[in-house]
Nanobody
Framework: QVQLAESGGGLVQAGGSLRLSCAAS????????IGWFRQAPGKEREFVAT????????NYADFAKGRFAISRDNAQNTVYLQMNSLVPEDTAVYYC??????????????WGQGTRVTVSS
């Protein structure tokens, strides 16, 4: 079982940047893809990005392409989500998750508690 803890959220102005971190513990962390999802108030959780266990494969939601970048450092047991050119619509709680991968939540069994991102206009 992988335990995950997100950090790095906060309040940022539109056009700004944030880097989210997902710290993992557990012996099999580096063997699994890691995904980022987000949930805005009153909306369903949606896929943001995913990265393969070796970091060679990444996939992004359309809204994230060109603005967000996912990366991982298995030596540090950490996955990052660099978010640039933020807009108010990016306001949400961001979650990282570990599992078999893909762009739907059903592909991930272990979830963190989330970190809140608020983008002001």
């Amino acid at each position: 079982q992988v335990q995950l803890a997100e950090s790095g959220g906060g309040l940022v102005q539109a056009g700004g940047s944030l880097r989210l971190s997902c710290a993992a513990s557990g012996r099999t962390y580096s063997s699994y893809p890691i995904g980022w999802f987000r949930q805005a108030p009153g909306k369903e959780r949606e896929f943001v990005a995913t990265i393969s266990w070796g970091g060679h494969y990444t996939n992004y939601a359309d809204f994230a392409k060109g603005r967000f970048a996912i990366s991982r450092d298995n030596a540090q047991n950490t996955v990052y989500l660099q978010m640039n050119s933020l807009v108010p619509e990016d306001t949400a709680v961001y979650y990282c998750a570990s599992g078999i991968g893909g762009s739907t939540a059903v592909g991930y069994a272990s979830w963190g508690q989330g970190t809140r991102v608020t983008v002001s206009s």
